[in-house]
């Protein structure tokens, strides 16, 4: 069942959704409650509270070829403030892949001196270390985080459409699975902000690719014009959860569209050509 995008969406939709608005300092995110019940740290962004000038005030948490270090890093740092105590934040540089990054310790996720952006080539990172967040960077790509109650083990995926191809939110189950023996029926999983089936439409191109890997390919997309087709990328991910083992009453969906809501989100398809650059939200998941 497609979940009904709407633009406005509003707190009691959020909340029976399993979603709840954190705000300090003006700085505000989504956080999954079951998901924090089962011990997890989480969060996704928004753009509001920070001091990029995308226009004013944004909190652009990530893409140092669009804002300035500076601003960015002051923008992580008012972001992280949302969630107590202390944390490394361990990302990837990502290539819209289903590569991942095992994060074993803390240490192993610290930066090194100077380091400016990520060095690891990735969408997926798993880690069942304490004192981590796991991030992600999108804008309208899809943000899923999940945590295992069970082994305290976490994963952040990053799935635009060639993610969603590429199959990575299974790989991050099965990586789960290898690195710590996580069963996927154990798992939470929520699932963020993201271009939704009311505004994403795509070529022939991305249609061609899914209709022919997937046997149930055709369901995702709903004909526009010509050619083109609105994708629901959120049910192809649901779907691959799912098929994956996921017991589908532990997956929680944000019913907001970034591209509906660009007055709360960072959407690289409304703005780009807008503005010419874009900033990033992110989505991060870890324990104590
Ligand atoms: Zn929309």
């Known amino acids: 069942m497609s979940i009904p995008m709407e633009r406005i969406t509003s707190d009691d939709q959020l909340n029976e959704a399993g979603f709840y608005w954190r705000e300090t300092e003006g700085v505000r995110a989504l956080v999954c409650a079951p998901l924090e019940a089962d011990g997890f740290v989480n969060g996704f962004s928004t753009r509001l509270g920070g001091v990029s000038e995308m226009p004013a ?6 893409g140092f070829n669009d804002d300035a270090a500076e601003n960015i890093l002051e923008n992580r740092r008012r972001f992280l403030k ?11 540089w990502q290539v819209h892949s289903a590569d991942v990054r095992v994060i074993h310790t803390a240490e192993d996720a ?6 400016r952006g990520e060095t690891v080539f ?17 804008a309208d790509c899809v943000p899923i985080l999940l945590g295992d109650p069970v082994t305290g083990a976490f994963a ?3 799935a635009g459409w060639r993610g ?3 199959t990575a939110a299974i790989i991050a189950v099965k990586r789960l699975a290898e690195e710590y023996e996580v069963r996927p029926q154990d798992l939470r999983v929520a699932i963020g902000a993201s271009a939704g089936a009311c505004c994403y439409e795509v070529g022939s191109d991305v249609i061609d690719e899914f209709t022919s890997r997937f046997v149930d390919g055709p369901k995702l997309f709903t004909p526009t014009r010509p050619g083109h087709a609105l994708v629901d ?13 996921v017991n589908p009453e532990r997956i929680h969906t944000a019913p907001i569209c970034t591209m509906c809501r660009t007055d709360l989100f960072f959407s690289y398809r409304k703005e780009k050509s807008l503005h010419g650059k874009v900033g990033r939200l992110m989505a991060v998941v870890g324990r104590q």
């Not at 949302?82 to 990837?92: D, K």
């Not at 990328?233 to 083992?245: E, I, M, P, T, Y």
């Open 57 to 62: 005030s944004a909190l652009s948490l990530a």
């Open 156 to 158: 952040a995926v990053h």
């Open 82 to 92: 949302l969630f107590q105590g202390e944390w490394i934040l361990a990302g990837c």
């Open 233 to 245: 990328l959120l049910q192809a991910n649901r779907d691959q959860l799912v098929s994956a083992g």
């Open 110 to 115: 610290r930066p090194a001196e100077n380091q």
């Open 122 to 138: 990735c969408d997926v990172i798993v880690s069942n270390a304490s004192g981590v967040l796991a991030g992600v960077k999108t």
């Open 164 to 166: 969603t191809l590429a």
